[in-house]
Structure formats: C-alpha cells, structure tokens
C-alpha cells in the first residue's frame, strides 16, 4: 500500500509541475502566466509580477517545476529535488495563503461571504493541494535527510574514505580533484573575507 501511495503522489505532483514548467514557456493554459501573454492579462499577486519584470527570477521557478516534475515522473533523485523546490512549492502556498486581509474586509463588512469563501476556496486548492502532498513525500523520504540534521557535524575533505590512486612507488598522493576542492575553498573564503571586510567598512 505505501508503495503505491508514494508512487501515486509522485504522479500525481509529478503531473501538476510539468503542465505548470511548460504552461509559462507554450501558454496552453491562457489564464495562467506564459511567455507570449497579453500585457493586460490579469495577474492575481504582485510578487508574481514582480517575479516576472525582473526577467529571470519567475522563469527559473518555472524551470525548476520543469526538472522537478520529470525527476518525480522518472523517479530519478527524488530527495534532492523535493528539497530543492520546496521553497517554489511554499511560495505557492503563501501566495494564497495569506487571506488575513480578505477576513478583515469580510468583518467590516465591505466583502461578501460568497467572496471570503472563494478566497478560502483559492487557498486550498492554489496552495495547500500543492504544498500537501509535497510535504508528505518529504515525510517518505526521510531518512535520506537524517544525517543532513546532524546537531554536530564532522566535515570530511573530498573523497575521503575513498582510496587513493598512488602517484610513484605506490605511494598516496593527492589527486587533481582534491587539489581543486582545496583551491576552490580558498578562493571562496578569500572573496567573501573581502566582502566581510567592505560590509563592516559601511557600520557607521
């Protein structure tokens, strides 16, 4: 029975994302945000506008709905990708989550019930019918993110563990990968120390 729950929640999110991923890039569905949209096409939020103006940041959304539809579909790197698109699926979820001001209008009674309620209508279905069943296949796959909640953990240089080649006399030394992992640190640490230093020059 979970295996088929599990698989039938893949499908059925899996499903849900592509259409999303390719509805902004071949506009099947005209309500929805897409590439060629009219210019007075009514978007519901703000943020998605936003989103959209700045001329990448809505696209790589969509992007990601793409990829994580298809590893859902194919069942390829499944944890990785529940994790990585969690925000997009929460964002989605606050997006028509956030009714407070529609139950504020209904009290003063400047919006109708019929009008609440639609608004409750759209929270459940635009963001907690994605959100769910999201969060349940996270629950599944748990024990892939244990060791990542580790309260103290022990860092451990690349490839360690693993043996390595030797070099002359069958001696071990490092290898090409490990020397560009250390290199890679140090470059990263020495760009953000002088970030570090031009943030703290701005106190004051």
Known sequence: MFDRMVLAARWILGVFYLLSGLNWFFGFIPMLP?????????????????????????????II???????LLTNRAVPLMLAAAL???????????LILDDI????????????LWAAIADMIVGGLCVLLPHLWLIW?????????????????????????????????????????FYAFGW?????????????????G
Not at 43 to 55: D, R
Not at 156 to 162: V, W
Not at 193 to 203: H, P, Q, R, T, W
Request: net charge positive.
């Open 65 to 71: 709905e793409l990829i994580f539809g298809l590893a």
């Open 187 to 203: 470059v990263a640490m020495g760009l953000q120390a002088f970030n570090l230093y031009l943030f703290v020059s701005m106190i």
């Open 140 to 180: 599944c796959y748990f024990g892939y993110y244990r060791p990542a909640l580790a309260w103290k953990a022990q860092p451990q240089p690349l490839g360690a563990g693993i043996p390595v080649t030797g070099t002359r006399g069958g001696e071990k030394g490092p290898t090409r990968p490990l020397a560009l």
């Open 87 to 97: 925000p997009v699926a929460f964002i989605t979820f606050m997006l028509d989550a």
């Open 104 to 115: 504020m209008r209904w009290l003063q009674g400047s919006q109708t019930g019929s009008e």
């Open 34 to 62: 897409h590439v060629g949209m009219p210019e007075d096409i009514r978007i519901k939020h703000q943020l998605v506008v936003e989103m959209i103006n700045s001329g990448w940041l809505f696209q790589l959304a969509k």
